[in-house]
């Protein structure tokens, strides 16, 4: 267990990399690609780098060649500079080579993969689980990073042991990982194990939950980012700098993360696209045909969400336009 003293001693100005998880938004049953390509370059203008074909992409519903499809349309937009990839595994064994064709796509557009789990690596022994990953992140020349995901995003997500996560630490293919436990204390003895072992190892917070583990040691790789990068990179902005405004503009994104990350967790895509398109970033919050939706209610709460973030120019015009069309019966409202 990790002391609550302890926990505080980690809390310091520092600078952040910070990449957000891109929606891949839809129009109907296609994607939406003008809408992806205009979320990408938004992403990357404001600060962040971006990560695709991610849980927060549809990665696990698109097909192989639908995935190198939004690798292309990324390279397209942003030239030369980096961005993530999920990698995924065809294939129903833990055999190596099912993840290297994915390795090998997301490296040939110059891009950086990130490992993704499979439902047949939850058996494995962390020894062997280790020497998976090694095997894996291998075909990639500039290496990789691996991902752990709680179940309760998606059923292939797994929460490594701590023996897992030290074995991983000591394969130098990878540079660094994504935490998506949801769970703090988890993430907390992840940093103190890392500072031991193998401290330029970067451990990226995908806990949507608690956003300002940033604060503690973690970067971050977030669905939420997606919501509003630019606000992220200001956020992120004031703790490097050592700026009070931190607080408020965590606090302000945390509500959002509350928000859009209640349970079921996997429709917090459904939540960002309705939020985009409030705050007139798309033409529609579609999202891919096998996702789960949040009810059309959603916005009131997004409304409030997006005028704390000060995102809305005209709060009144944006309830009328982009909230009421999309309820039943207008609810009272208390506050403009």
Request: hydrophobic content about 40%; aromatic content about 8%; proline content about 7%.
């Amino acid at each position: 267990m990790t002391s609550l003293e302890a926990a505080w001693r980690r809390l310091a100005p520092r600078r952040v990399h910070g990449i957000a998880a891109v929606l891949l938004p839809y129009r109907g049953e296609g994607v939406d690609w003008k809408g992806f390509e205009a979320h990408v370059a938004r992403t990357c203008e404001a600060g962040l780098d971006a990560a695709v074909n991610m849980d927060t992409g549809f990665g696990d519903l698109l097909t192989p060649a639908e995935r190198e499809t939004v690798l292309d349309a990324t390279r397209g937009v942003l030239g030369s500079a980096v961005f993530y990839a999920g990698a995924y595994p065809e294939g129903a064994g833990d055999e190596p080579t099912h993840w290297h064709r994915a390795i090998r796509a997301v490296a040939a557009r110059g891009a950086r993969p990130v490992i993704v789990q499979s439902r047949a690596m939850h058996a494995l022994p962390p020894d062997a689980k280790a020497e998976l990953y090694a095997a894996i992140a291998a075909a990639a020349p500039d290496g990789a990073l691996a991902f752990e995901l709680s179940p309760r995003f998606a059923p292939h997500g797994e929460i490594w042991s701590e023996e897992t996560f030290e074995r991983i630490l000591a394969i130098a293919a990878i540079r660094g990982s994504k935490h998506s436990s949801l769970e703090r204390e988890i993430e907390l003895r992840r940093l103190t194990l890392r500072d031991r072992v193998r401290p330029e190892y970067r451990l990226y917070t995908g806990n949507d939950l608690a956003i300002d583990l940033v604060a503690s040691g973690s970067d971050y790789l977030l669905g939420l980012a997606t919501f509003s990068p630019a606000s992220f990179a200001a956020r992120d902005r004031a703790l490097e700098e050592g700026d009070a405004s931190f607080l408020q503009r965590n606090d302000a994104l945390q509500h959002l993360g509350n928000v859009g990350f209640r349970e079921p967790i996997p429709a917090y895509k459904h939540a960002a696209a309705q939020f985009l398109h409030l705050v007139g970033h798309l033409d529609g919050d579609d999202i891919h045909p096998r996702a789960p939706r949040r009810p059309g209610s959603e916005r009131i709460l997004l409304h409030d969400c997006a005028r704390r973030l000060g995102l809305l120019d005209d709060p009144e015009r944006a309830w009328r336009e982009r909230v009421e069309p999309y309820l039943g019966s207008p609810p009272v409202r208390t506050q403009p």
